[in-house]
């Protein structure tokens, strides 16, 4: 394993798009970290954003891992691109030669997938944290550590992304046709969702509600739900306009947990088999 | 003698079309091989084969007896496939660098490689800057950082101006003599006959002969000769052992000879038949010549 990280990490470090790329998405996450002190004003309320309390403990979790969830696009360019070059360059043709097997050059891909996921888990771990005891008005160990399964469901929630990008890379062998085919999967299952709105209700029947955990960028997105109703200003504001009694869950779903670690599971082994079916 | 590879019936088509057909041969260590045919004939298609990125329809190989994964087998090779493929924005350092951790070897040799290619000036330069020489010449430092048990190179010299071929073409021959098996697969005559001992021809997919360079025909070129009394000359000649089929052509006779001759000897015994030649030459087949005849035959 060490080999075939050392080799693919030899690769992402020479490559001019990933050092790009991975130093925009680090100064993304930098700039968010800055925003505690943006300030703004917003139904009779005033002050920075720290203030309305999206920096305490352990709403902070949830709040920095759904939205830096957006940014893994840019390391999934990087990992498309890296591996569609492959092809376009023919270097797979020649690491094969050289000696890595097909399975063996699978893996380094998919090790690299899982280490980036793991460095980005822990650059947003290591951001929220520092966010957290700048802003946050509870600082007890106890609070701190707690729901800490968002940190786990954005690194799942990578995870099946970079297979994806992965699977689309081999598939497609064209870095802009590979996004492209992303891109077009993703409005795929957004139309999907939409017939089986409309079908749901017209038969009564509960279709959207497994799509929602079957479809592979369905169950990524639905591991973390959105945040905004656990923030207390504005959940005093649906109070007050009294919808608050729509029952909103916000917990990760092991179904969904099960889903994306098969679809993920289902990339890797769909890309070996391309790659060893195809003549290159 | 050690066998290095042995391919066994290896047969691949695509689709409709037969690309490589039931070929078998094997490659001894110390030898230089060559596969020669014309383009098309289905060389690449073999190496890729048994260099293990195309998959063969049916049909096998063996590298070192069998003794070893292939993928393994393959680090102990050196193998450079029709154009050189690196990455683009590495330099020549860090895309061997990169090879030797595919191969598993340390970076020690990488200098002496680049000195042998004399890229060494240009070490620090990224891949994409090079010209087609230049990139051949690493591809080949490449293939040699694990100064492998063989060479496998794939028209080495394809699309270079005659100065690059030269280049290639000494390096090549420096590698030889350290008694490095080789195997080179050209469409260019004269490069296999300069450096291959042992040649395999393609035809259309087809194996037409595998063997060793000299014995690619075992015909011993043809006499041209001629007297004023070519009927007993004609006569004179066809008893003979060495003599096959004799044409008669507007300048003369033409005889395929079966065996070595000596031309002082046909004459002084054409003389003593009372026969005077007015023309007596030897003419050797070419390499060229019996390519031409081997792969135009059926």
Not at chain 1, 127 to 136: E, N, P, Q, T, V
Not at chain 1, 141 to 168: K, N, R, T
Request: charged share 20%; aromatic share 12%; proline share 2%.
């Amino acid at each position: 394993m060490k080999r075939l990280l050392d080799i693919e990490f030899h690769k992402f470090r020479y490559s001019k798009s990933s050092k790009t790329l991975t130093i925009i998405y680090l100064v993304i996450v930098v700039l968010l970290m800055l925003t505690g002190m943006i300030r703004i004003s917003f139904n009779q309320f005033s002050g920075s954003l720290s203030d309305l309390g999206i920096f305490n403990f352990p709403l902070i979790w949830h709040i920095t891992t759904y939205f830096t969830s957006y940014l893994k696009i840019f390391i999934a360019i990087v990992l498309v691109s890296l591996t569609a070059s492959e092809y376009s360059n023919r270097t797979i043709k020649q690491n094969l030669i050289d000696g890595l097997s097909k399975k063996e050059l699978i893996l380094s891909k998919f090790y690299l997938a899982l280490t980036l996921a793991v460095l980005t888990t822990l650059i947003v771990f290591i951001a929220s944290l520092i966010l957290g005891l700048i802003y946050s008005d509870f600082n007890e160990f106890s609070i701190i550590f707690s729901q800490m399964g968002y940190l786990g469901a954005f690194f799942l929630a990578h995870l099946i992304f970079f297979c994806f990008c992965l699977f689309a890379g081999i598939l497609i062998k064209r870095s802009a046709f590979a996004l492209g085919f992303v891109f077009v999967w993703y409005i795929f299952e957004g139309i999907l969702n939409i017939i089986a709105r409309l079908v749901d209700g017209f038969y009564d029947t509960s279709i959207y509600d497994w799509l929602l955990h079957i479809l592979p960028l369905n169950a990524m997105s639905n591991l973390i739900k959105q945040p905004f109703t656990k923030i207390d200003l504005v959940e005093s504001t649906l109070n007050q306009i009294s919808i608050a009694e729509i029952d909103l869950q916000y917990d990760i779903e092991w179904l969904d947990i099960l889903s994306v670690c098969i679809w993920s599971a289902l990339f890797i082994y769909w890309s070996y088999v391309l790659l060893k079916r195809r003549d290159l | 003698m050690e066998t290095i590879l042995e391919i066994n019936q290896l047969h691949k088509n695509y689709g409709t079309l037969t690309a490589v057909d039931h070929i078998s041969f094997k490659i001894k260590k110390g030898h230089v091989y060559g596969i020669l045919g014309p383009n098309g004939s289905g060389k690449s298609t073999t190496l890729g084969m048994v260099l293990n990125v195309v998959n063969p329809t049916s049909g096998g190989y063996k590298w070192f007896e069998g003794t070893t994964s292939n993928h393994d087998a393959l680090k102990r090779i050196g193998a450079i496939i029709e154009r050189p493929n690196f990455y683009p924005s590495m330099s020549a350092i860090q895309n061997l660098e990169l090879v030797c951790k595919i191969k598993n070897i340390d970076t020690s040799k990488i200098e002496e490689k680049l000195t042998l290619v004399e890229l060494l000036s240009r070490k620090h330069s990224p891949f994409k800057t090079y010209s087609l020489g230049m990139k051949q010449r690493l591809a080949i430092a490449s293939a040699l950082l694990n100064d492998p048990e063989i060479l496998i190179l794939d028209e080495p010299t394809n699309g270079l101006d005659p100065q690059g071929i030269r280049q290639i073409r000494d390096i090549i021959q420096k590698i030889a003599a350290n008694g490095t098996t080789i195997l080179l697969a050209s469409h260019l005559l004269d490069e296999v006959e300069k450096v291959c001992t042992d040649v395999v021809v393609l035809r259309l997919g087809k194996m037409l002969y595998s063997g060793p360079v000299d014995e690619m025909n075992r015909n011993h070129g043809s006499i041209f000769i001629d007297a004023t009394d070519r009927e007993a000359l004609h006569h004179f000649l066809k008893d003979k052992a060495y003599a096959g089929t004799i044409t008669t052509n507007d300048d003369g006779l033409e005889v395929k000879l079966y065996e070595e001759v000596n031309n002082a000897q046909i004459n002084k015994e054409a003389f003593e038949n009372g026969i005077v030649l007015s023309k007596l030459f030897h003419k050797k087949q070419s390499l060229e010549d019996q390519f031409i005849e081997l792969t135009n035959q059926n």
